[in-house]
C-alpha cells in the first residue's frame, strides 16, 4: 500500500497562547483597551468627517470595507445609546473588558447564548443578573 502525499499543508500553530474560552488570555493583548463594533464606528467615523472637513482624507479601500463592516455590524448607532451600554457593560468589575466588548458587539437575546458565545462569562454572573443587562441592552437598540 503506497502513501500518497498530502494534499494540503497541516494548519500552522498560533504564534502566541491566546484563548478566549473558558478563560481570558490574550498574550501581549490582555490588558488592551476594548471597543464594541459601535464604539469603533463611533470613533473611526468621527476621525474620518474630521479628516474630510480639513481636507486631509485619504480614503483607502480598507478603510472603506472598515466602515462598511462596522455600519453592518454596529448594533446601536446613536452616540447617547453607545455610551449607555458603555456604562451598563462597565458597571460590572467581574467582567473582562475584552468579554464587556463581546457582550456589547454580539447583544445576545438569552443569558444562555451570552455564555455560550463567551464561555468565559459562566461563573461571573448568575443567569438572571446577565439576562437582566442583556434586556437593559436590547432597550436601547434601534426598531
Do not use: W
Not at 7 to 14: A, D, L, Q, Y
Not at 17 to 41: M, R
Not at 75 to 83: D, G, M, W
Not at 115 to 143: A, C, F, G, N
Amino acid at each position: 500500500m503506497s502513501q500518497h502525499a498530502p494534499t494540503s499543508r497541516p494548519k500552522p500553530r498560533p504564534a502566541g497562547n491566546e484563548e478566549a474560552g473558558d478563560t481570558i488570555n490574550l498574550g501581549e493583548f490582555q490588558d488592551v483597551e476594548t471597543l464594541t463594533l459601535s464604539e469603533a464606528a463611533l470613533v473611526i467615523n468621527a476621525l474620518v468627517t474630521k479628516r474630510r472637513n480639513e481636507r486631509k482624507m485619504n480614503e483607502t479601500e480598507m478603510l472603506t470595507k472598515t466602515i462598511d463592516y462596522l455600519d453592518a455590524f454596529s448594533r446601536f448607532k446613536k452616540k447617547e445609546n453607545v455610551e449607555a451600554v458603555e456604562r451598563l457593560l462597565s458597571a460590572h468589575k467581574e467582567f473582562h473588558k475584552f468579554e464587556r466588548a463581546q457582550l456589547g458587539s454580539l447583544c445576545c437575546e438569552t443569558a444562555e447564548e451570552a455564555k455560550t458565545l463567551i464561555p468565559s462569562l459562566q461563573d461571573k454572573i448568575s443567569d438572571e443578573d446577565l439576562q437582566d443587562l442583556l434586556d437593559e441592552m436590547y432597550k436601547l437598540m434601534p426598531r
